[in-house]
């Protein structure tokens, strides 16, 4: 027998339908890339995703075609998104921060017809069109008094592409399996890989993120999404905060430490979300300027593994609660937050920071195993480290294109990543299985390595990698980025280091760099690492 009820397929339009309805006046505000801070709302998002669906289903663009975009988290880059997803087109987020290579092969595998960009981006898009024989058309998200002399095929300013239609169009209903959004992974062996979310999954995934033991979003809260929307669909917020009639601040191209307090500050943000390097940059403006944080309550970090000492500097100096959150891109991303159960609720002081540490307990819609390399379920006890692995309506079951079979057979992913989890299902990440350091037939976290260096007060950012050793396989060396003006010796470092991990897993040598290379997602890329110092010795 079937369920009597109704048949309401999860639509991504049904999200700014409803926050159109229920909270149409709630602000969606964002610092502009012409410049100036942009004011609107979400009646008026939803009417001009209208618009945007309007003139595309106008343009021939229908049910499965690709649009790429290529631009920061504003209001116009969001309202495409719902325009797009509203006539059953996909957007297909390119990371401006990838390659020109890597760019265009993931725009061509992609299959984009269209690409939509920032006027930051028109340089780049020139030299990546020769390239890209399937777009048609460069929609640029400005007005006319902005739009630049460009060579773009078809090039139009976004402005006036959707003022030539008025609005008066309907959503397209379709299956909400339908595919909605692609975006790559970065790929760091071979080709980027293309994740595919369909408009279920991305409901899904944000109605996961919206609930209490997650961010815990309401329409009192205002939320900033630091992360970008090219990264993994920026958590999920530009979906879970108009579902939850939050008010939205959209941080547009200014990701330094300055220009986050400050629109933090300016635009009363109460939750925000971002990797680690752009929370370090927060509070090194903080820590040089005296300046404090009058408004933020949460803030979500993940992307990498959290430093220890960004989390107490929030929670003890700021009094910001800190989540430590767990993803990838193949999720969502979002898999789990460390948020407090009753069971550790009470925890204080270094008990609750080592708990902080750890990645959390997986959502409702995340089912979660650790196995070792032959696939048995390795127990729950906080100390045995396996192979993490997951399932659920939000995660993949295949990249587009490749043939490759990517479930195991109870249909879990495995995540690639390394970790233990106890008794209470929090589970931390050891490392990613290919940066663990193996000394001796035993595993040596860069993670853990890391995050006690980075609490060195000298210390900017510190990195781990395994350098080859004749006895033991591997050792570790740490890379230290010194903040400004500070000159801590090795041996300041080895000292402060002591004690706070195993004698074993004391790095063999520390190199001093000015910077640290990043991926394209802003995370330390230990693959440049590793061939910068593919010849270093231990002497
Ligand atoms: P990319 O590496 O291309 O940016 P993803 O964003 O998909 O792609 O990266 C996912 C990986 O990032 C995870 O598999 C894990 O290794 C790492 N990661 C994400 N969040 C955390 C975290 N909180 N702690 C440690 N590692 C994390």
Redesign the pocket.
Known sequence: MLGLMQDWPLLIHRVIDYAATQHPHRAVISRSVEGPMRRTTYHDVRLRALKLAQRLARDGVKLGDRIGTLAWNTDRHLESWYGITGIGAIYHTLNPRLFEEQLIYIANHGGDKMIFLDLTFVALAEKLAPHLSAVERYVIFTDAAHMPKTTLKNAVAYEDYISEVDGDFQWREFDENTAAGMCY??GTTGHPKGVVYSHRSNVLHAMSVMMPDSLCLSSRDTVMPVVPLF??NSWSLAFSAPMAGATLVMPGAKLDGESVFNIIETENVSVTAAVPTVWLGLLQYLESTGQRLTKLKRVAI?????PRAVTEAFEQKYGVEVI???????MS?IGSFCTLKPEVADLKGTALYDLKQK?GFAQFTVDMKITDDDGKILPWDGKTFGRLKVRGPAVSKAYYGLDEAILDNEGYFD???VATIDEHGYMN?TD?AKDVIKSGGEWISS?DLENVAVGHPDVAEAAVIGIAHEKWGERPLLIIVRKKDRQPTKEDILKFIEGKIAKWWMPDDIVFVDDIPH?A?G?ISKKNLRDKFKDFRFS
């Open positions: 992974t970065s990264h993994a993940g992307g990498s593994a959290c430590h959150a767990w993803g990838m891109t193949e991303p990645q995540t690639g990543d990440i990613r993670i991926t997602t995370k």
